[in-house]
């Protein structure tokens, strides 16, 4: 209930006169792009993914669009780059599998020679 009327509350505050190309105004877009940001940054740190860096930048990537500012050649500019780098991170998703993780007795293999 607190979500929504927190959602009623921001569409009350944006922009009236002229309604934009963006649902949400700019600090929100902006707050989404820097919580994004960090969230994919530190996923890569984690578990060292491609897809991962390549989202951390994507993603307030689409911040440009608010410097457009009517401008259709950029408005497809930065579209065609944000495709790209979804396609990107789609295609090192699946190229950067991990590899089948060792069977039980590969890994006592190891175990025993490591104790010698």
Known sequence: MIFTDFLTTAALITETES?????????????????????????????????????????????????ADGNRNMYYGIGILELIILLLALITNIICKPKNKETASEAAEKAEKTEE
């Open 19 to 67: 309604p934009t190309l963006f649902a949400f105004p700019f600090p929100f877009h902006l707050v989404f792009a820097v919580i994004s940001f960090i969230f994919f940054i530190v996923s890569f740190f984690r578990f060292r993914k491609p897809y991962q860096l390549l989202l951390a930048v994507g993603i307030p990537l689409s911040l440009l669009l608010w410097l």
